[in-house]
Nanobody, 122 residues
Framework: QLQLVESGGGLVQPGGSLRLSCAASGFTLGDYAMAWFRRAPGKEREGVACISSSTGSTMYGDSVKGRFTISRDNAMNTVYLQMNSLKPEDTAVYYC???????????????WGQGTQVTVSS
């Protein structure tokens, strides 16, 4: 059974950094593009970043470009999201997701983990 477990969230001051991890099981991570999403209170889900399975090419939402970096370790079945220069508006629950294809298309398989809370506040 496909499972995704996010971790690494927490409380951080503005300008700080966090590294999120998404541990995947039940499928071969290397066969799929992977993405990170977030949902802030009262807001719709927002795509944050995506990484393809083959070339490792990446895509980012405009609000996080230049600050966040997505990466993957297929051998460890894990996807990461390095978040730097965090802002209060980055506060949200962060989720990883499995894309249907090897490339980033926005089409998801529909599996979600429990998410990890990121709170940016002084």
């Amino acid at each position: 059974q496909l499972q995704l477990v996010e971790s690494g969230g927490g409380l951080v001051q503005p300008g700080g950094s966090l590294r999120l991890s998404c541990a995947a099981s039940g499928f071969t991570l290397g066969d799929y593009a992977m993405a990170w999403f977030r949902r802030a209170p009262g807001k719709e889900r927002e795509g944050v970043a995506c990484i393809s399975s083959s070339t490792g090419s990446t895509m980012y939402g405009d609000s996080v470009k230049g600050r966040f970096t997505i990466s993957r370790d297929n051998a460890m079945n894990t996807v990461y999201l390095q978040m730097n220069s965090l802002k209060p508006e980055d506060t949200a629950v962060y989720y990883c997701a499995v894309e249907k294809n090897t490339y980033c298309s926005g089409q998801l398989l529909g599996y979600w983990g429990q998410g990890t809370q990121v709170t940016v506040s002084s």
